[in-house]
């Protein structure tokens, strides 16, 4: 471990827990202490696999003088009391996305934040994805010209085999925050915050779950750009993609996460390339994290900005009257 590590606790075991924790690890900047999870079995176990101690359970964890950060990757319906909890007991905080569920939780978040005078990102990872972020970058270094019109789609097919709770609405607050919370916060990064709304969202079909079978939303940014992004769990097939349209490109893919895939046709007069990094974008954000907590600065995503993205998801269902 290098000189500005930092002694870490993780809350959740599960799937996204154990990715994150061990992508920390990768960091070669901090030390795994302690994780747990209301599974006890679940947190022995990965305990076990990454060298550190099984506590037994969020206060037990939190309580420990030998830690000074934690990461938390519980269901979103949790977000809000772990965090508290974390914050009040002086340690930093890595919060999965959603930030939480309301933006009166993201708010008592906030308050509990200021108060510890501890630090809080949220972990909204698309912003260091490829190639999300390096359109991000050309944008705002002026190569692309005006945002015009921008078509999102993210159509699951079997998205709900993951985790029960994915499933319901109090666990999860539906696709939008658990699954377009992704894409809506990387707009609102990128192109400012949201001025108008449409939102239409079905769901017909008998299922075990309760999540919408298709979302279609409408957005409106400044200067005229316009998204349309359509999304849900009723699919016959995955598919994920993305048309941006500017002044002087068109950027397309068929495959978001895979840059080989982007095209791009040129409408200005000026040669247009992205310059992608091959950085894993979950070790970008959590040394991003860590710099961030070294040297005091401000987090690239603080609970403030996570909180416009959880206002902004709030306020799309509010639209829909879901
Ligand atoms: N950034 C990303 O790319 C990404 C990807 C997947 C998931 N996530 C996020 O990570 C979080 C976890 O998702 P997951 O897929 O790992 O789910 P999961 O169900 O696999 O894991 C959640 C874990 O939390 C535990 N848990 C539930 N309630 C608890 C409580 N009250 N106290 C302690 N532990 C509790 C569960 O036992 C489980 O082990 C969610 O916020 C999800 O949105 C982010």
Same mark, same amino acid.
């Given at each position: ?65 030998? #830690?000074? =950060? ?5 269901? /979103?319906?949790? $977000? ?5 909890? @974390? +914050? &009040?007991? !002086? ?105 108008? #709304?449409? =939102? ?5 079909? /008998?299922?075990? $779950? ?5 979302? @279609? +939303? &409408?957005? !409106? ?102």
């Amino acid at each position: 471990m290098n000189p500005a590590s930092f002694a870490i606790g993780l809350i959740g075991c599960g799937q996204f827990g154990r990715f994150l924790a061990q992508a920390a690890m990768g960091t070669g900047r901090i030390g795994l202490k302690a994780v747990c999870d209301q599974d006890q079995q679940r947190a022995a176990h990965l305990a076990t696999e990454l060298d550190a101690e099984a506590c037994d359970g969020v206060s037990a964890l939190c309580a420990r003088p030998d #830690i000074e =950060a934690v990461l938390i990757a519980t269901p /979103p319906a949790h $977000h809000a009391a772990h965090a508290i909890a @974390a +914050l &009040q007991a !002086g340690k930093h905080v890595f919060l999965e996305k959603p930030m939480a569920l309301s933006e009166a939780d993201c708010t008592t978040i906030n308050h509990a934040c200021a108060e510890s005078g501890r630090q809080l990102m949220v972990g909204h990872v698309l912003r260091w994805f490829e190639p999300y972020r390096a359109i991000a970058a050309a944008y705002h270094a002026g190569l692309l010209g005006r945002a015009l019109h921008g078509s999102f789609w993210r159509l699951e097919h079997d998205f709900l085999k993951i985790a029960p709770w994915k499933g319901q609405r109090a666990g999860s607050g539906g696709y939008l925050f658990e699954v377009a919370a992704h894409e809506l916060d990387w707009l609102r990064s990128v192109f400012g915050e949201v001025q108008f #709304i449409a =939102a239409g969202i079905d769901k017909r079909q /008998p299922s075990t $779950h309760q999540l919408e079978d298709r979302v @279609a +939303l &409408q957005l !409106g940014f400044a200067d005229g750009f316009c998204v349309h992004y359509l999304g849900g769990t009723g699919f016959p097939a995955n598919s994920h993609g993305f048309c941006l349209r500017f002044e002087h490109a068109t950027i397309e893919s068929d495959a978001a996460f895979d840059p080989a895939r982007v095209r791009i046709t040129e409408h200005g007069p000026h040669p247009i390339t992205l310059a992608f990094s091959a950085i894993d974008p979950y070790r970008a954000e959590l040394d991003a994290w860590l710099d961030c907590l070294a040297t005091q600065q401000t987090m690239p995503v603080t609970g403030e900005d996570a909180a416009a993205t959880v206002a902004l998801i709030a306020s799309t269902y509010r639209h829909a009257g879901w």
